[in-house]
Structures are given as structure tokens and as C-alpha cells.
């Protein structure tokens, strides 16, 4: 999270858009998601020399037609590799339109990759169905494509992927035009409120199937009866579609390659997991928000694959917790937000196949910490919002595979801190606690593996920023709301790896700041907002070529300037505040 309010408490209900722990992408009608999730310019920056790659002579080829676009009609006579690479640095650069698109009519491309893109609607579907038996994907997600569009596609019978998410003018009809496409693998349609129960009969057809994402679709109550017939689905997303009940689980029983089934947020309850019992290579479930109990933890353990396993927000207690040492083989475990104690983690000690243990807001304190001294192989523990204090963190001393800690919201100290230093795997660690000051971070020197530092409410200064110079592996850094001047900054500006940088609500930095980081040449992604930087400023940012986001909110500062620097300098910010 980049500049808001230094708390960032976090026990309101999980938004499945913005993503739990980072894992689901925010959709963005306009497209920016999309752009800012390439993280790099496709012109490789040498991190040693701070130099640009040279362009192949086929880059250059490329670049060159798209500079001249406008003077070619027709890339049919060019081979496909080559008319396919022309084609995908249109759409990159978004200089891809409904006029250039004709030149790529009967091209013979494969890959369509328009999720998101601005403009998109029916009348791009001609020539997009012109690529016939070649076309094997297509992504048209976010766009104003309707049920007449999906007609043309009707000959494309070798598609193998289809991507439809947040197409909101497709329904059922919609999807009666690719019902004959029985050579589909993958079809996403996220939320969709056309599509109904009746809409997914035209699906039984596609015996092919192996991945189905019907995500926030709220209308499919009563349609999964129409899948039974999809024995090669490994694949099965309906999360946050709160319509489906338990009557819903029985159709899928008989789905026995499916691999990963997602159904938080919706209605399933104990009775409801029963069908899943012979799912036998399920590996993955997702049932975050269901109203379960202990009670179904005797179904899940008879899962021999299941291996990752969600049950975060489901109100879970302590009863029945001895239940849960069923699951032996599980790697991934996310038991936040339900209200559970040290009781519940006695119970975990036999999982020592445990790479990941998710415990956000549940009661447990110091005591119960004890009880993971056996997970050898723990790779990432969440304690956020916990009353895990610096005793605590005495257990997790020995566990030396560690490379992601979350303590944010803990009442942990800088005294506690001393505890982690001889975790040497550590990668990430968050520690967003407004005690923790300059002593904390001087005590953790020693990681100096360290990619991800979260100091986001700690009261860090100027002083502190001394110890970051050990961090030359960092990649993202976050210190907001503390006590940071000019000075502090220029500890932080020989940081050459960073890529993330947040010195957000540092009221006091200036112009001088930008000048001090004008140096860091990889950052995709800058917070300097509720600070002093003005205009003037600005122009310290011309060497950022890869920045991508800029928050200079409440800064004096206006969105004319950012986008005069953007026309000149930033060619690659998507962007950015104030908008």
C-alpha cells in the first residue's frame, strides 16, 4: 500500500480485487493495471553501468514500423513470428488501432493479447477471426465486446485459450457462439453478471476444458450441473460467487482430475465439503468466508494431495481444533482472521511439511509461538495483527528457513527484534509497528539478504536510515510517517537494486530528495506524497526511464506537470497522482 493514512489496520473484510497478500491483481477499466504490471522496459537496463542494451537489428525493424504504421496496409506476406512481433509491440506500446489492425488482417497470428486494451468492441472482431485455424488465444478481458462480437469466432476451432474477464456486454447468448470450440483448454469469464446457470449448459460441450474461471459470477447457482460432464477439469474458480450453496458440490464430486477448487465467499458449508471427498488429487482449496467448522476437517484430511489450503475468515474457534492435525502433508495453511488461540497451534506441531503459515488477527500471543519451533521447513509465517510480542519471537530464533516475517500491528519491540538476527535466509520482512524505531533497525544489520523492508508506521530518522547500507540487495523499501529529512534520504540513494521506493507523509523532504535518488535507475514505482517537493523538482526524475507509478499527492505539485515530465522524460509511466 503506497501513501494513505499511517495506520493501516487492516481487519476489514478482504477485497478479492485488490488481493490477499499480494496474490490477486486489481482490474482497472482504463488498462493502467495492466501496463504497470510489466515491470521492466523491454530495453534491458545493465545494472552495473546504468547503460541501455543495444536493440537487436529485428527491435529496431520492429520500432521502426511502428513509428510508420500509418503507411502499411497489409502484413500478410510477412512471416507469422514476425507479423506476431510487429503486432505485440502495437498493443505493448498501445499504438494498436481499429484502422492498424487491418494490416494485420489473415496474418495467420496466434496470439491476441487485448485484455484491457482501450477501444476494443465488435467491430475489431473481423479481423480478429481472420486468423482462422491459426488463432490459439485470445484475451479481449475489460473490453466493450458484446454477444454479436463473439460471433466471428466460430471458425476459429483451434482456440485453445479464451479470456472474457470483466466483459460485462456477454452473456448467455454470448456464449452459445463458442460452444463448438471443443478444443478449448482454458475459458475465464470473472465477473459477469449476464451469465447464468442456464448460460453454462453450452459449456458441457467443451470436453477439453482443463481450467474454467467463473470468479464473481453471481447469477451460476444451479449451472455447475452442467460440468459433469468435464472429466478433464483441473481447474475450478467460482470464489466470491455467493450463490452457490452446497447443492452446488455435488455435481463437481465426480470431477476427479480436478487439481485446484476456489469457493470462498460463498455459501458452502460442512455438508457441502462431503462431496468433495473423492477429489482425490485435488492439491488446492480455497474456501476463505465459507461457514465451516472443524467439523469438515475429517473430509479434508482424506484429500492425499491436498496441499495448499485456505480457510482464512471462515469463524473458526478452538473447538475441534485437535481436527486439524489431520492434514500432515498440507504445505500452505491460512488460518487468519478466524478466532482461534495458542490452543489451536498445539495442534500444528505434526505439520512440519509447512512452508507457509498464515495467523493474521488471531488471538495468539507469545506462548503460543512454542508450538512452531518444530516447522523446520516454515518459509513465510504472517502474524500481523496479533498480540505477539518480542518473547515470542524467541521460538522462531531456530527456524532458519525463514524468508518472509510479517509483524506489522504486533506490539513487538526493538528489544525483540535482536531475536531475528541470525535468520540469514530472510528476504522480506515487514515490521509496520510504531515502536519500533532506529535501535530495532540497527539490530538487524546482519540480514543483509534482505529484498523487502516494511517499515511503514515505525519511527525511523535520520539517524536510522545509516543502517540501511547494509541492505544492498534491497529491492523495495518503505518508510513512511517517520521522521525523514533530505539527510536521511541520502543514505538510501546508493540503494541501486531498489525497484519500490515509499517515502510517503516525511513532511519535511524536499526537491532535494529527488536530486539525492535521481541515481536509482530501477525504480518502477515512487511514493514521495504529503511532503514538500514542488515543480521544480521534477526534473531530477528524467533519469527514472523505468518508473511506472509516481504518487506526489498533497505535494506542490499539479497533474500538468507530471504529464508535461511524462510527454518528455517518462515514456513509461502509466500512472500516476495527483491524476
Same mark, same amino acid.
Request: net charge negative; proline share 2%; aromatic share 4%.
Given at each position: 500500500?503506497?501513501?494513505g493514512?499511517?495506520?493501516?489496520?487492516r481487519?476489514q473484510?478482504?477485497?478479492?480485487?485488490?488481493?490477499?497478500? *499480494?496474490?490477486?491483481?486489481?482490474?482497472?477499466?482504463?488498462g493502467?493495471?495492466?501496463?504497470?504490471?510489466?515491470?521492466?522496459?523491454?530495453?534491458?537496463?545493465?545494472n552495473?553501468?546504468g @547503460?541501455t542494451?543495444?536493440?537487436?537489428?529485428?527491435?529496431?525493424?520492429?520500432?521502426?514500423i511502428?513509428?510508420?504504421? #500509418?503507411?502499411?496496409s497489409?502484413?500478410s506476406?510477412? %512471416?507469422?513470428?514476425i507479423?506476431?512481433?510487429?503486432? /505485440?509491440?502495437?498493443?505493448?506500446?498501445?499504438?494498436?488501432?481499429?484502422?492498424?489492425l487491418g494490416a494485420?488482417?489473415?496474418?495467420?497470428?496466434?496470439?491476441?493479447?487485448?485484455?484491457?486494451?482501450?477501444?476494443?468492441?465488435?467491430?475489431?472482431m473481423d +479481423?480478429?477471426?481472420?486468423?482462422?485455424?491459426?488463432l490459439?488465444?485470445?484475451?479481449l478481458? *475489460?473490453?466493450d465486446?458484446?454477444?454479436?462480437g463473439?460471433?466471428?469466432?466460430k471458425?476459429?476451432t483451434?482456440?485453445?485459450?479464451?479470456?472474457?474477464?470483466?466483459?460485462d456486454?456477454?452473456?448467455d447468448?454470448?456464449?452459445?457462439?463458442?460452444? *463448438?470450440?471443443? /478444443?478449448?483448454?482454458?475459458l475465464?469469464f470473472?465477473?459477469n $453478471?449476464?451469465?447464468?446457470?442456464?448460460?453454462?449448459?453450452?459449456?458441457?460441450?467443451?470436453v477439453?476444458? !482443463? @481450467?474454467?474461471?467463473?470468479?464473481?459470477?453471481?447469477?451460476i447457482?444451479?449451472?455447475?450441473?452442467?460440468?459433469?460432464?468435464?472429466?478433464?477439469?483441473?481447474?475450478?474458480?467460482?470464489?466470491c460467487?455467493?450463490c452457490?450453496?452446497?447443492a452446488?458440490?455435488? %455435481?463437481?464430486?465426480?470431477?476427479?482430475?480436478?487439481?485446484?477448487?476456489?469457493?470462498?465467499s460463498s455459501?458452502v458449508?460442512?455438508y457441502?465439503?462431503?462431496?468433495? @471427498?473423492?477429489?482425490?488429487?485435488?492439491?488446492?482449496?480455497?474456501?476463505?468466508?465459507? %461457514?465451516?467448522?472443524?467439523?469438515? &476437517?475429517?473430509?479434508?484430511a482424506?484429500? %492425499?494431495?491436498?496441499?495448499?489450503?485456505?480457510?482464512?475468515?471462515?469463524?473458526?474457534?478452538?473447538?475441534?481444533?485437535?481436527?486439524?492435525?489431520?492434514l500432515?502433508?498440507?504445505?500452505v &495453511?491460512?488460518?487468519?482472521? /478466524?478466532?482461534?488461540t495458542?490452543a489451536?497451534?498445539?495442534?500444528?506441531?505434526?505439520?512440519?511439511?509447512?512452508?507457509?503459515?498464515?495467523?493474521?488477527?488471531?488471538?495468539i500471543?507469545?506462548?503460543?509461538?512454542v508450538?512452531?519451533?518444530?516447522l523446520?521447513?516454515?518459509?513465510?509465517?504472517e !502474524?500481523?495483527d496479533?498480540?505477539?510480542?518480542?518473547n515470542?519471537l524467541r521460538?522462531?530464533a531456530?527456524?532458519?528457513?525463514? +524468508?518472509?516475517?510479517?509483524?506489522?500491528?504486533? +506490539?513487538?519491540?526493538?528489544?525483540g527484534?535482536?531475536? !531475528?538476527?541470525?535468520?540469514?535466509?530472510?528476504?522480506? !520482512?515487514?515490521l #509496520?509497528?510504531?515502536?519500533?524505531?532506529?535501535?530495532?533497525l540497527a539490530?538487524l544489520?546482519?540480514?543483509?539478504?534482505?529484498?523487502?523492508?516494511?517499515?511503514?508506521?515505525?519511527?525511523?530518522t535520520?539517524?536510522?536510515? /545509516?543502517?540501511?547500507k $547494509?541492505f544492498? $540487495? &534491497?529491492?523495495?523499501?518503505?518508510?513512511?510517517?517517520?521522521?525523514?529529512?533530505d539527510?536521511?534520504?541520502?543514505?538510501?540513494?546508493d540503494?541501486?537494486?531498489?525497484?519500490v521506493?515509499? &517515502?510517503?507523509q516525511?513532511?519535511?523532504?524536499?526537491?532535494k530528495?529527488l536530486e539525492?535518488?535521481?541515481?536509482?535507475?530501477?525504480?518502477v514505482?515512487?511514493? +514521495?506524497?504529503?511532503?514538500?517537493?514542488?515543480?521544480?523538482?521534477?526534473?531530477?526524475l528524467?533519469s527514472?526511464?523505468?518508473?511506472?507509478?509516481?504518487?506526489l499527492?498533497s505535494?506542490?505539485?499539479?497533474a500538468?506537470?507530471?504529464?508535461?515530465?511524462q510527454s518528455?522524460?517518462l515514456?513509461?509511466?502509466?500512472?500516476?497522482?495527483?491524476e
Amino acid at each position: 500500500m503506497m501513501g494513505g493514512a499511517c495506520s493501516r489496520k487492516r481487519d476489514q473484510q478482504v477485497n478479492e480485487d485488490s488481493g490477499n497478500r *499480494g496474490i490477486y491483481g486489481r482490474y482497472c477499466k482504463s488498462g493502467s493495471s495492466k501496463w504497470l504490471g510489466n515491470s521492466i522496459s523491454r530495453l534491458a537496463v545493465d545494472n552495473k553501468q546504468g @547503460k541501455t542494451k543495444c536493440p537487436s537489428l529485428m527491435e529496431l525493424c520492429i520500432y521502426k514500423i511502428r513509428e510508420d504504421i #500509418d503507411k502499411y496496409s497489409s502484413f500478410s506476406m510477412l %512471416p507469422r513470428d514476425i507479423s506476431q512481433q510487429i503486432f /505485440n509491440e502495437l498493443v505493448y506500446s498501445q499504438c494498436l488501432t481499429e484502422v492498424s489492425l487491418g494490416a494485420f488482417r489473415d496474418c495467420a497470428l496466434q496470439d491476441l493479447d487485448l485484455g484491457e486494451y482501450p477501444g476494443l468492441e465488435d467491430s475489431w472482431m473481423d +479481423v480478429i477471426s481472420s486468423q482462422e485455424l491459426s488463432l490459439l488465444s485470445v484475451d479481449l478481458s *475489460g473490453s466493450d465486446v458484446t454477444d454479436s462480437g463473439l460471433i466471428h469466432l466460430k471458425n476459429c476451432t483451434n482456440l485453445q485459450a479464451m479470456n472474457f474477464n470483466y466483459s460485462d456486454q456477454i452473456s448467455d447468448h454470448g456464449l452459445e457462439h463458442i460452444s *463448438g470450440l471443443s /478444443n478449448l483448454a482454458t475459458l475465464s469469464f470473472r465477473r459477469n $453478471n449476464q451469465i447464468t446457470a442456464q448460460g453454462l449448459s453450452v459449456l458441457s460441450g467443451l470436453v477439453n476444458l !482443463l @481450467k474454467l474461471d467463473l470468479e464473481r459470477c453471481p447469477g451460476i447457482h444451479g449451472g455447475l450441473v452442467h460440468l459433469k460432464g468435464l472429466t478433464k477439469l483441473e481447474s475450478l474458480n467460482i470464489k466470491c460467487c455467493n450463490c452457490i450453496t452446497d447443492a452446488d458440490m455435488k %455435481p463437481l464430486s465426480g470431477l476427479t482430475n480436478l487439481k485446484e477448487l476456489q469457493i470462498s465467499s460463498s455459501k458452502v458449508s460442512d455438508y457441502g465439503v462431503t462431496f468433495l @471427498k473423492g477429489l482425490h488429487k485435488l492439491s488446492l482449496l480455497n474456501m476463505e468466508g465459507c %461457514p465451516i467448522t472443524a467439523a469438515c &476437517l475429517d473430509c479434508l484430511a482424506a484429500l %492425499p494431495a491436498l496441499l495448499y489450503l485456505n480457510l482464512s475468515r471462515c469463524n473458526l474457534s478452538d473447538d475441534g481444533c485437535e481436527k486439524i492435525s489431520g492434514l500432515r502433508k498440507l504445505k500452505v &495453511l491460512n488460518l487468519g482472521f /478466524n478466532d482461534i488461540t495458542d490452543a489451536y497451534l498445539v495442534h500444528l506441531r505434526g505439520l512440519t511439511n509447512l512452508e507457509t503459515l498464515n495467523l493474521d488477527s488471531c488471538r495468539i500471543d507469545d506462548e503460543g509461538l512454542v508450538n512452531l519451533t518444530g516447522l523446520q521447513r516454515l518459509r513465510c509465517l504472517e !502474524l500481523s495483527d496479533t498480540e505477539v510480542g518480542s518473547n515470542g519471537l524467541r521460538h522462531l530464533a531456530g527456524l532458519t528457513s525463514l +524468508v518472509s516475517i510479517n509483524l506489522s500491528f504486533t +506490539v513487538v519491540t526493538d528489544s525483540g527484534l535482536k531475536k !531475528l538476527a541470525g535468520l540469514a535466509s530472510l528476504t522480506s !520482512l515487514n515490521l #509496520d509497528a510504531r515502536q519500533i524505531t532506529d535501535a530495532g533497525l540497527a539490530s538487524l544489520t546482519s540480514l543483509t539478504g534482505l529484498m523487502h523492508l516494511d517499515l511503514f508506521g515505525a519511527r525511523i530518522t535520520d539517524s536510522g536510515t /545509516n543502517y540501511l547500507k $547494509n541492505f544492498k $540487495n &534491497l529491492r523495495s523499501l518503505e518508510i513512511c510517517g517517520g521522521g525523514l529529512t533530505d539527510a536521511g534520504v541520502k543514505n538510501i540513494k546508493d540503494l541501486s537494486s531498489l525497484t519500490v521506493l515509499n &517515502l510517503s507523509q516525511n513532511n519535511n523532504l524536499t526537491d532535494k530528495t529527488l536530486e539525492l535518488i535521481s541515481g536509482l535507475t530501477q525504480l518502477v514505482s515512487l511514493n +514521495v506524497s504529503n511532503s514538500r517537493i514542488t515543480t521544480a523538482g521534477l526534473q531530477h526524475l528524467r533519469s527514472l526511464k523505468n518508473l511506472k507509478s509516481l504518487n506526489l499527492d498533497s505535494c506542490k505539485v499539479t497533474a500538468y506537470d507530471i504529464e508535461k515530465l511524462q510527454s518528455t522524460d517518462l515514456p513509461n509511466l502509466v500512472s500516476f497522482r495527483p491524476e
